[in-house]
């Protein structure tokens, strides 16, 4: 059964922790854009019952400038971002996640760990904004318009009822990944 916050922190099976908030973990290949831009707007807009965490299969150990930017110039808090493996929220002892939600179209499910707290999963699968062409002014575009896309997505999520039916808060969730166009 999936694990629905509380009013206190349990000690769940294994020994991780299921806090008061909604716990959600985005994924994505380098940890560098998509998933760390996930991860700053939930916690800007969604803090009152989110909590956000990005991680990478292949973390790059820095975040991307054109990313760090889309966040500033929207005022996004930035502070104690930083690039991570996904092995950081994958062992016994790590928080639990109620969602997983992988951003790029490269991280595959077959090869993500087991996380701890059985969380929900979707695929919002966004392009690599970092690959687009056609110079400086293209790849700005690109960063302008995943940061849009993520800010419309999580607007959704955060507005979700928890509390129906698994069948129909997976449909939810998977319907959400496919907002904005991508």
Known sequence: MWPLPRKHEKHQKGGGMCPDKINVLFLGKANSARSIMAEAILNAIGAQRFRAFSAGSHPSGTIDPHAMRQLQ?????????????????????????????????????????????????????????????????????????????????ISLLIKVDVGINLPALQLRLDEIGRAGGF
């Open 73 to 153: 110039e929207r005022r996004i808090p930035v502070e104690g971002l930083h690039s991570k493996s996904w092995e950081d929220f994958s062992h016994p002892r790590a928080l639990c996640m109620h969602f997983v939600f992988s951003v790029c179209d490269s991280v595959s499910w077959h090869a993500c760990p087991i996380w701890s707290g059985i969380p929900m999963a979707a695929h919002w699968g966004l392009p690599d904004p970092t690959a687009a062409t056609g110079g400086q002014l293209a790849v700005e575009q690109a960063f302008a318009n995943m940061y849009k896309v993520l800010y419309q997505r």
